[in-house]
């Protein structure tokens, strides 16, 4: 085996140049046991990357996420617009019978306006009837 060739290769592994045919051969090479002695503590590290593959992480935590619930929401402001159009419905109906009572209000005030009008018109008559009649019996003869 021509250990020139993979000390070249290992620096090219090491700058990250490798492609994955070359890194294999690497591979394969350091599972064997005649290795030189300098050339030993990459023996351990790819060693390592095979045992690395093998394994497998299972987490055992769970973890209680709490989501917000975007339903609870719209019902919420659903019920809570339907309450406000409840409530201004009944404000424009009060308000509607106060407009329907004033305008009853105002329109019997205009009748008896009017008839106390004719009552000051029979008075100013009365008064014109009064003058003359008091000239007329109280006039000097």
Do not use: C
């Not at 095979?50 to 402001?77: G, Q």
């Not at 009853?104 to 003359?132: C, H, I, P, R, W």
Request: no cysteine.
């Amino acid at each position: 085996m021509d250990w020139g060739k993979i000390e070249i290769l290992l620096e090219k592994y090491e700058n990250a140049e490798t492609t994955l045919a070359e890194e294999q051969l690497l591979k394969s090479v350091f599972e064997k046991d005649d290795i030189p002695i300098h050339l030993q503590s990459y023996k351990m590290l790819f060693k390592t990357y095979s045992a690395s593959k093998v394994e497998s992480f299972k987490p055992e935590l769970k973890v209680n996420k709490t989501t917000f619930n975007w339903r609870y929401l719209s019902i919420a402001a659903s019920i809570l617009i339907l309450f406000s159009v409840s409530i201004g419905y009944q404000q424009y109906e009060k308000k509607q019978k106060a407009k329907a009572a004033f305008a009853e209000t105002k329109k019997a005030l205009d009748l008896l306006s009017q008839n106390m009008n004719k009552g000051n018109l029979a008075f100013v008559q009365l008064k014109e009837y009064q003058y003359t009649t008091d000239k007329i019996f109280n006039s000097p003869k």
